[in-house]
């Protein structure tokens, strides 16, 4: 059963608009929440992380909202660059991260 | 360099043989993880070190895998009679021990078996 889905597999977003990534869990032991960004033949990259203990963390462009009830979190990118162009994973935080299945986003110029 | 690094970033085997991949993590983190990640998915985890010690395995890791940190610093993952089907990324992680702490990846070692 997968614990972390990411239902979206693809994003497609202009320059400049904002890019939001959604994500579901259904483990409400779940206690930490960490966004990451791969390129293609490259480790995962850390970018921003959430306690449960809060609902909202900022982080220049990226912002992470977390909707405990709802056992949802979601990424936001604002403004979107090309640069941004990559996938995305969430993660939750047991002894060991669980992954979301990842969404690539693209960022048209 | 402090970030987390592993050797070889490349391996092509073919089935049957055998493959060792070392893990470099960050110096101060006692933590280090392994994980596998196959095409389109996320990365899945298979086992972890609290310094030498190991501490969880992942059904994932069958008898043929096999991880080690011996003095608590680098890690090896050696993959015995390699089946086609281990062809994947196996990424290394590592991370402080206290409370719910960043895990901080390595690049990944690609490996194909033919």
């Known amino acids: 059963d997968q614990q972390v889905k990411q239902n979206s597999p693809s994003l497609s977003v202009q320059e400049g608009r904002i890019s939001i990534l959604n994500c579901d869990y259904t483990n409400s032991m779940f206690d930490y929440f960490l966004w990451y960004k791969k390129y293609p033949a490259e480790g995962p990259t850390f970018l921003i992380s959430?306690?449960?203990?809060?609902d909202k963390n900022e982080d220049g462009r990226f912002t992470v909202f977390l909707n405990k009830s709802a056992k949802h979190l979601s990424l936001h990118i604002v403004p979107s660059q090309p640069g941004d162009s990559a996938v995305y994973f969430c993660?939750?935080?047991?002894?060991?991260?669980?992954f979301g299945g990842g969404t690539r986003l693209m960022v048209k110029p | 360099d402090t970030g987390v690094s592993q050797d070889p970033r490349h391996k092509i085997t073919k089935r049957g043989q055998n493959v060792t991949f070392r893990c470099d993590p960050i110096s101060e983190h006692n933590r280090l993880y392994w994980y596998r990640q196959t095409l389109g998915q996320g990365p899945e985890f298979l086992t972890y070190f609290q310094n030498e010690a190991q501490l969880e395995k992942s059904r994932l890791l069958s008898d043929r895998f096999s991880a080690e940190r011996p003095k608590g610093s680098f890690s090896t993952l050696e993959i015995q009679r390699t089946e086609q089907g281990d062809s994947a990324m196996y990424l290394c992680?590592?991370?402080?021990?206290?409370?719910?702490?960043?895990?901080?990846f390595g690049p990944g070692t690609r490996l194909l078996v033919l």
């Open positions: 959430i306690s449960s203990i809060k």
């Open positions: 993660a939750a935080s047991g002894n060991m991260l669980t």
């Open positions: 992680a590592s991370s402080l021990a206290w409370g719910p702490e960043t895990q901080y």
